[in-house]
């Protein structure tokens, strides 16, 4: 008989349920829902979940519970990262989510959410026996795991998620020169880790794991097909220059050109800045010119361990 697995990634904008059943190759998706509960707004680098905020994650996953038990999932896992990990509050909200839906949130490290993300870009088949460095840029964390299908060599997750950026140097919009040239110097800073990683194991790709690179896919994308559908797609090679341009276009652009934009989904609007910001960085700091996006991420590695 088959496994029904539900899998939620429970991350600082949105929370990710993911309901299949079969196999890690081979499986039915049943139900895939992603709603931006925006669990960092307001609170994200003052280390608690605002009452809104706090409001709309029980019920989204309060929504998730009635989805499980409608499909008679065997295996149920939510994993909670960045913002529940760090929010003085967090404690309460996994004992609410408890009382009301019976779901036990696992907060896990960010060493464990690297490996989970290495898991999951595997078995999306687009990893080699050649280094590639896989970056996930999440609202409250940013993680960067350096492997090959042969496993990893190193991981690390800094706290320098979109969310977290966007509240210390987007202050203004269009995000002004100064505040990029900050935002540089503190990544610099930042990730010295990885430049150390990278300088002993050279990396011939990077690996952007789905959230803002699969906005950036779609930005190249649906311009040129208005039949383009991002669920069809499990790994993108990007134009180099095409993703230059459009994260050069997003980085310049307003806040009501962004939002009116068919291509970015509404809790992203402003995130991408910061992302395209982060991903244009270490593209130039690190050199690499071969982008890959993935539409799998932690929930996947989530899966892979469930189904394997």
Known sequence: MNKRVAVMDLGTNTFHLLITEGSITDYAILEHEHIAVRLGEGGINKGTIQPEAFGRGLATMQQFGQLINNHGV??????ATSALRNAGNGQQFINQVKELTGIQIEIINGDTEAGLIYEGIKASGCLSANNT?????????????????????W???????????????????????????ELNAYLEEKLTPLFDAVKNNKADTLIGSSGAFETFTELIEKPKNEG??????????????????????VIISSHQQRASNPAIIPVR???????????????????????????????????AAELS
Do not use: W
């Not at 090679?237 to 095409?242: H, L, M």
């Open 74 to 79: 065997d295996c149920v896992r939510a994993i």
């Open 133 to 153: 460095l896989i970056m996930d840029i999440g609202g409250g964390s940013v993680e960067f795991i350096l492997g090959s299908n042969a496993g990893i060599i």
């Open 155 to 181: 991981k690390q997750s800094f706290e320098i998620g979109a969310a977290r950026l966007m509240d210390k140097f987007h202050q203004t919009d269009p995000i002004p020169q100064a505040s990029i040239a």
């Open 228 to 249: 383009f559908r991002l669920k069809d797609v499990r790994n993108y090679s990007f134009n180099t220059d095409e993703l230059t341009k459009v994260t050069n276009a």
């Open 269 to 303: 609007v402003d995130m991408i800045v910061m992302a395209s910001l982060i991903t244009r960085f270490v593209m130039q700091r690190l050199g690499i010119s071969n982008i890959v996006m993935s539409t799998y991420s932690l929930k996947e590695g989530v899966l």
